[in-house]
């Protein structure tokens, strides 16, 4: 379907042709046209299926249509900066032509950007999107008026109720009209995010799109090796793609530092993304590897929904994934536009399990290989507890150092947007009034935004 089916406004067509999208995906063809006649929705996408723009497309149509400004007319929660950022950069380009406003507010920043905050939420921005913790301080300071919302969006929905953000939710939807569209998107659906919303949305709608399994162009491959074995695999793993866009995802903030310190100390060109680093130091980092300055990104899971980056060329799992559903996500940043990538993943005994799940998920045996030998052999890949095979020669085990014997049993560390950028987006930013030009450059088609 393409995108002038769906009686959108010519100068956001416009930005929809800048962007050079010509075709609406799955996602986008059911949710736009609900929204457009003014329906709540529930919709259940994951990332990669272009679900921001199945609600901001519509959302920004309707702001333009009323002819309305200088008050706040929609709110977009999310669980993190990054999302944010994200979020405010696609609504950059497509409404370049249009006039409407918007700024990601969220903390991490100093006070400079909490004054270029409250300075556009008192003007009256059109669009605020917000993490919970950073809106509800304005909130408090009296900085928020929004007694003419029309529209509600909750990004992300599952992860903000893992985050344990639902008391936030609540207190914050009560500072907002009940006479509204509430627009509510979640990548799955527990019970949590079910009560959710039934309390959020009236006669809502529903749209789905199905878990897919990672791309055809993605070649899905697991080494099985011991705790102790992976770093040193690892390096080996990375040490000669120099040039190449790589993403290696770890289960814990405390791994993403480690495996970080390591990795650097062998002078890879690398950087990190969790909660724990500064929002300052992430978004250089972001800039330096969409800019190719850096190959290699270490990064937690929830911080990787910041990461949105064509051609990636390789995504390690030194962690299997808590969650089978984010191995989808996580091997879903590579191989994208039909491109091809890499996934590897390194599973360790105590992972065995997740990640026989993981292959039950997806359908699919991935290939499974030893270690290589200067690293000795791998543990047995029992993820039934049943004796299997042993990934190595068949000789005493050693562990990567060659001394001793490895017990198979041993601790396991709790390892654990689209469209033209002219500069970064941070806390505050200007851009709610001052938006970049987006770039004459045609690019590929994407479908992930």
């Not at 380009?93 to 406003?101: D, K, P, Q």
Request: aromatic share 6%; charged share 25%.
């Amino acid at each position: 379907m393409n995108f002038t089916e769906f009686g959108l406004h010519p100068d956001l067509l416009d930005g929809v042709d800048a962007m050079n999208y010509k075709t609406a995906t799955p996602i986008q063809e059911k949710a736009i046209p609900i929204i457009l006649e003014g329906k709540d929705l529930i919709g259940i996408a994951q990332t990669g299926t272009g679900k921001t723009a199945a609600f901001i497309l519509p959302v920004l149509n309707e702001i333009i249509e009323s002819g309305e400004a200088n008050f706040i007319q929609t709110l977009v929660i999310v669980p993190t900066r990054e999302l944010a950022v994200q979020i405010d950069q696609v609504i950059e380009a497509y409404s370049y032509f249009t006039g409407v406003s918007s700024i990601a507010i969220y903390g991490g920043g100093d006070g400079k950007e909490f004054a270029q905050e409250k300075k556009a939420l008192v003007s009256g921005v059109d669009i605020v999107i917000a993490t919970p913790g950073r809106l509800i301080s304005h909130l408090n300071m009296g900085y928020v008026n929004f007694s003419k919302l029309r529209f509600l969006v909750l990004d992300e929905a599952d992860r903000m109720m893992d985050m344990g953000f639902q008391p936030d939710l609540m207190r914050i939807i009560g500072k907002i009209p009940q006479k509204r569209q509430t627009l509510l998107f979640s990548a799955t659906m527990p019970e949590s995010v079910m009560k959710l919303a039934r309390q959020l949305t009236h006669n809502a709608e529903s749209v789905s799109i199905a878990l897919s399994k990672p791309a055809e162009g993605v070649t899905q491959r697991a080494y099985v090796v011991y705790e102790e074995q992976k770093l040193q695999l690892v390096t080996e793993l990375l040490k000669d793609r120099k040039g190449q866009r790589i993403v290696v995802f770890c289960s814990s903030k405390a791994s993403v530092s480690s495996l970080y310190s390591k990795l650097h100390r062998k002078n890879l060109s690398v950087g990190q993304m969790s909660s724990d680093v500064e929002q300052d130091q992430r978004e250089d980092t972001m800039l330096a590897f969409r800019n190719s300055k850096i190959d290699i990104i270490v990064a937690t899971d929830v911080i990787s929904r910041g990461i949105d980056v064509d051609g990636i060329d390789l995504v390690v799992n030194y962690d299997v994934p808590r969650d089978p559903e984010d191995y989808v996500h996580r091997v879903g940043r590579t191989a994208r536009a039909e491109r091809k990538g890499e996934a590897i993943t390194l599973v360790s005994p105590g992972d065995q399990l997740r990640f026989r799940r993981i292959e039950k998920l997806i359908d699919k045996d991935i290939e499974k290989l030893g270690p290589p030998q200067n690293l000795g052999p791998g543990p047995e890949y029992t993820p039934n507890a049943r004796r299997g095979k042993t990934f190595g020669p068949p000789h005493r085990q050693a562990n990567a150092h060659g001394k001793g014997g490895n017990n198979q049993n041993s601790n396991r560390s709790n390892s654990g947007g689209g469209g033209p950028h002219k500069k970064k987006s941070g806390s505050g930013s200007s851009r709610w009034n001052n938006k970049p030009k987006p770039s004459g450059e045609k690019t590929e088609p994407r479908r992930d935004v």
